[in-house]
């Protein structure tokens, strides 16, 4: 069954700590994106990867990093120097990072931080 | 920057009434992309429009890109409790990346 994934469904931290987020897709994209939603607003990226070891900087990078060390995978921190961390991170990939290619979704991750 | 602009950001309406959501960006675009995220859900994509004027259907869904493909349009005929949820547009950068609206929430009552 071909998708993305990511886990956990729910993860809660301490402030001050760092924290990964785990994305994983079997749909051999060259493509990964990691966004971030706030209630009530669109999608804001934070960071893409075209292509395996290679990523660049979304709209709102401050306070994350990421790696591509496989084709499958790219997993995201939130780091302490993120400022305001609770949201819902949904990670996608494409085909390739083409602009007419669909993107597809992972579940996401509703990240708390208290 | 290039932005996209969605409304309304939200319409309740009674089931069986129409619904529509306007789709607007500050410069012209290659195609746009329309998604939809069901409540708790993550988006699905649903369509692309590429060319001037084009008018694509799924079922009680009407797609509309603009004559000068800087807007676009989601309407839905007859609403379903089904059709709850977040309707977000998308245009490509001038980068390539997706640019998403702030997305319009739709709510049906039975």
């Known amino acids: 069954d071909g998708g993305i994934t990511q886990s956990p469904k729910y993860l809660f931290r301490k402030e001050g700590q760092n924290v990964t987020l785990s994305c994983e897709q079997n749909l051999n994209h060259d493509a990964m994106y990691w966004y971030r939603q706030d209630p009530g607003q669109g999608l804001r990226l934070i960071y893409y990867s075209q292509i395996v070891n290679d990523f660049q900087k979304g709209d709102i990078a401050e306070g994350y990093s990421v790696s591509r060390e496989k084709k499958e995978s790219f997993p995201l921190t939130v780091t302490s120097a993120q400022k305001n961390p609770t949201a819902f991170y949904l990670c996608a990939s494409s085909l390739n990072s083409g602009s007419y290619n669909e993107q597809f979704f992972g579940p996401g991750t509703r990240l708390t931080v208290l | 920057g290039q932005q996209v602009m969605q409304i309304p950001q939200y319409q309740h309406v009674q089931e069986g009434e129409d619904f529509t959501t306007y789709c607007n960006s500050s410069t012209t675009l290659s195609n746009i992309q329309w998604y939809k995220q069901r409540p708790g859900g993550h988006p699905v994509f649903l369509i692309q429009?590429?060319?001037?004027?084009e008018v694509k259907k799924q079922k009680r869904l009407t797609f509309q890109f603009g004559e000068a493909k800087k807007n676009s349009s989601l309407h839905i005929t007859a609403t379903q409790t089904t059709d709850v949820g977040t309707y977000f547009c998308a245009g490509p950068s001038n980068t390539g990346k997706l640019i998403f609206g702030q997305g319009t929430t739709l709510q049906v009552k039975p």
């Open positions: 429009l590429v060319k001037s004027g």
